[in-house]
């Protein structure tokens, strides 16, 4: 199977706008995270509506494709990547990994392991989740929550 991962990063986020391009010990955010995918990965690229993130993701030695402004959500962003790089390249990979773009700290071992799970018959769609650690990660909206059936299917996400 062939894998990549597609990091959507938009620069005006409603929570923290800028947030991509913000610094980190001298690197910003969208690099560290790309950095990190690239450990687990070959094939890395960066979707963005943004020419400010696209010249640092440039700058820094990665790749990155410019997507419209109009979408809803990440997972949008990246069906649009894919789209632009099976057009560009003539390349359709077999998984497109969706990484959040403000994952610095995001360990290569936990995308190997997402991408683990495609190589079990019939897995089209799969997510990372752990158990809420402290009552007060319920309540903290910056968090994702996922709730699952009896069958540990996921069926509900919510902030």
Same mark, same amino acid.
């Given at each position: 199977?062939?894998?990549?991962?597609?990091?959507?990063?938009?620069?005006?986020?409603?929570? !923290?706008?800028? @947030?991509?391009?913000? @610094?980190?010990?001298?690197?910003?955010?969208?690099?560290?995270?790309?950095?990190?995918?690239? @450990?687990?990965? &070959?094939?890395?690229?960066?979707?963005? #509506? #943004?020419?400010?993130? @696209?010249?640092?993701? #440039? &700058? !820094?030695?990665?790749?990155?494709?410019?997507?419209?402004?109009?979408?809803?959500?990440?997972? +949008?962003?990246?069906?649009?990547?894919?789209?632009?790089?099976? $057009?560009?390249?003539?390349?359709? *990979? &077999?998984?497109?990994?969706?990484?959040?773009? &403000?994952?610095? !700290? /995001?360990?290569? +071992?936990?995308?190997?392991?997402?991408?683990?799970?495609? +190589?079990?018959?019939?897995?089209?769609?799969?997510?990372? $989740?752990?158990?809420?650690?402290?009552? #007060?990660? /319920?309540?903290?909206?910056?968090?994702?929550?996922?709730?699952?059936?009896?069958?540990? *299917? $996921?069926?509900?996400?919510?902030?």
């Amino acid at each position: 199977m062939e894998y990549i991962g597609i990091i959507p990063a938009r620069y005006h986020s409603i929570r !923290f706008p800028g @947030k991509p391009l913000v @610094k980190i010990k001298g690197k910003t955010m969208i690099q560290r995270t790309w950095e990190q995918a690239k @450990k687990a990965l &070959d094939n890395v690229v960066v979707a963005t #509506d #943004d020419k400010r993130i @696209k010249k640092t993701v #440039d &700058d !820094f030695g990665g790749e990155a494709v410019m997507t419209s402004v109009r979408h809803r959500s990440g997972t +949008e962003r990246c069906g649009e990547a894919a789209e632009i790089i099976a $057009a560009t390249t003539g390349k359709l *990979y &077999d998984v497109v990994i969706n990484i959040q773009g &403000d994952e610095p !700290f /995001i360990q290569p +071992e936990q995308i190997k392991l997402l991408a683990g799970g495609f +190589e079990e018959s019939g897995v089209k769609i799969a997510t990372l $989740a752990k158990k809420i650690g402290s009552p #007060d990660d /319920i309540f903290n909206p910056n968090l994702p929550k996922v709730i699952f059936n009896k069958n540990g *299917y $996921a069926i509900y996400f919510s902030r």
